[in-house]
């Protein structure tokens, strides 16, 4: 099958990779480089530790943001908002 020029959007939706992890794992690794202290590299790896944490569970960032949400928000949802009641 011949790869066609139109059909550079099918990877628009991947998650980024740096290597083995998430990409947005870069970002403490970047701060460590930049900052490099104890207290950067402990960061830096518990984020890593988080991110892989997260991948684990299939979760992505803004997917675990909304499970956040909706787990504070809890099982009742209003059909009215509470300011109209």
Do not use: C, Q
Request: avoid cysteine; glycine fraction near 2%; aromatic fraction near 22%.
């Amino acid at each position: 099958m011949a790869i066609l020029e139109s059909t550079h959007w099918r990877d628009a939706a991947r998650t980024p990779r740096f290597y083995f992890m998430d990409a947005f794992a870069a970002f403490p690794l970047l701060l460590f480089l930049l900052h490099i202290r104890l207290w950067t590299f402990i960061t830096a790896i518990l984020f890593i530790a988080f991110f892989i944490l997260l991948e684990k569970f299939k979760f992505t960032i803004p997917v675990f943001f909304r499970w956040i949400r909706a787990t504070i928000g809890g099982n009742l949802r209003t059909a009215r908002p509470w300011f109209r009641e």
